[in-house]
C-alpha cells in the first residue's frame, strides 16, 4: 500500500486474523506511526489523531479477542519502544 491510502498497509479485518491464528501466531507486535497517532498537521486528517488511535484500538480489540497478545510500539528515530495496548 502506498503512502496515503489507509492507516493499515495490508488487510487488518477479522480474515486476516483467522489467518495469523491458522499459522499459530499468538503474539504480534504492532509498530506504530507517532506522526499518526500524535495528528501531526501534515498528516492526512483521515489517518491521524483520533482516527488513528480508534482505528489501532479496534484492531488490538480484534486481535486480543482472537487471543493473541497484540503489543503496539512507536517507532522514533528508528528505534522502537513498546507498551502492552
Given at each position: ?13 477479522q480474515a486476516?486474523?483467522?489467518?495469523m ?14 506522526a ?11 489517518y ?11 484492531y488490538?480489540?480484534?486481535l486480543?479477542s ?8 512507536i517507532?522514533?528515530?528508528g528505534?522502537?519502544s513498546?507498551?502492552?495496548?
Open positions: 500500500m502506498r503512502q496515503g491510502q489507509g492507516i493499515f498497509a495490508g488487510p487488518s479485518g486476516s486474523v483467522k489467518d491464528k491458522s499459522w499459530g501466531i499468538n503474539a504480534l507486535r504492532l509498530p506504530l506511526n507517532e499518526s497517532l500524535n495528528g501531526e498537521s501534515y498528516v492526512d486528517p483521515g491521524a489523531g483520533v482516527n488513528y488511535r480508534n482505528a489501532i484500538t479496534s488490538v480489540k480484534l486480543n482472537a487471543a493473541a497478545m497484540a503489543k503496539a510500539a517507532r522514533q528515530l528505534q522502537a513498546g507498551a502492552l495496548v
